[in-house]
């Protein structure tokens, strides 16, 4: 059975003495329980993952919310794959729709920060997903088809690397209002058969699919008893340690 991913990312919210504590209340109660089933990650924010990283003792991975596309250079308070590296991460979200909308970050630049965790060692996970309007209109496999072709330009087939997609509709993002397991099992597939149809010569185990979007402890299982999605990606649900537990353990394939 292949092991199912559970990524909790801790968005904006916390301070240094929240963060510990919370990876440290989801350890304890985690040691009490069996976790083996899933790939656990979390994604602090860039200054609490040393602190983070210290309190780890169980096998929970680290990740970051973001990056930047160089290694290095003057780009005054930017953080590059490197130096995440360096901080213990082996996952980085990119492209996360709270990004794209608030900071302009375009599929040109997701591109390049694919690019640069491919080049460090680093497994993305790279969020696509439509918008309401675009839901209601149909477009929803056309958006998704647009956002992998740009995510994946210039990446050739002997540079590709295992890599997370998460589709999230932005609609289903801290609404409470998750997609239906049938469509989101419906945009696996897609996802999934449209990166394979680019990168034909490819190994299906290269590309995991995500879901996200309103995902907690009474829903997940809706989820990930879906074959075609590997695991979830996990904002509101993550940063309660009873809730994010709880969600673990309701998770089972
Ligand atoms: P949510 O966030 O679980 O709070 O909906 C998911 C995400 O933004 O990745």
Redesign the pocket.
């Known amino acids: 059975m292949n092991k199912i991913t559970i990524i909790g990312?801790w968005k904006m919210n916390l301070r240094n003495s929240s963060s510990n504590n919370l990876i440290n209340q989801i350890q304890t109660k985690l040691n009490n329980n069996d976790y083996h089933h899933a790939n656990i990650i979390v994604c602090p924010s860039f200054i609490h993952l040393l602190p983070v990283k210290s309190e780890l003792n169980i096998k929970i991975k680290l990740g970051c919310q973001d990056l930047f596309w160089e290694n290095d250079g003057a780009y005054t308070g930017e953080i590059s794959a490197p130096m995440v590296k360096d901080a213990g991460c082996k996952y980085a979200i990119i492209g996360?729709s709270e990004r794209r909308m608030n900071l302009n970050e375009s599929d040109n630049m997701i591109n390049k920060k694919i690019i640069a965790c491919f080049n460090n060692q680093i497994t993305p996970i790279v969020c696509i997903g439509e918008t309401i309007k675009q839901r209601k209109y149909n477009q929803t496999l056309k958006v998704l088809k647009n956002q992998i072709l740009s995510a994946f330009k210039n990446i050739s087939p002997n540079k590709f690397k295992n890599i997370y997609l998460a589709y999230?509709p932005i609609w289903?993002?801290?609404s409470n209002r998750p997609a239906s397991p049938r469509d989101a099992k419906k945009a696996a597939i897609y996802i999934k058969n449209t990166v394979l149809k680019k990168y034909k010569a490819l190994k299906n185990d290269f590309i995991k699919v995500l879901y996200?979007?309103?995902?907690n402890a009474q829903n997940i299982r809706s989820f990930t008893e879906i074959e075609e999605i590997d695991g979830v990606?996990?904002?509101?649900?993550s940063i309660s340690s009873s809730g994010f537990v709880k969600l673990i353990n309701n998770s089972y394939k």
Do not use: C, Q, R, Y
Request: cysteine-free; aromatic content about 0%; overall charge negative.
């Open positions: 990312n996360h999230e289903a993002i801290g996200g979007g309103s995902v990606l996990v904002g509101g649900e």
